[in-house]
């Protein structure tokens, strides 16, 4: 009797964890595809690319590239979630995720238009 709440406790800790990671991984990929999808809509409609994208198109891309990868390593963390760290697996790496990879674009971002004379299209 006492097993079966246990167990019953374990599978639905092993679910919510499971749905996490597949949310978190899922959130991750979109993130990944639309900076993807930002970098390869540059110059529309009239072509013209500015020095600002001429520049972040190697970053953004290695960085958007990462957070793809990093999301099949959440998606991994779905599979194995019968572990018993799996939970602190994946709030560790979101975390470690949220730090690196956004900001470090947005830190990017931030510099090249604050502290740079470069046209990001800012108008005149």
Known sequence: MVG??????????????????????????SIGFCWLMDIGLAGFPDGAVTDYEKMVERPFTILSLTSVVVSLYFF??????ARRQTFVDLFVAFIWYLVVVPGTHYGIEYYLKNFTDINYGQGG
């Open 4 to 29: 079966a709440g246990y167990e019953t406790h374990s599978r639905s800790k092993t679910y919510t964890v499971r749905v996490l990671a597949i949310l978190v991984g899922c959130l991750t990929a």
């Open 76 to 81: 991994y963390l779905a599979i194995v979630a």
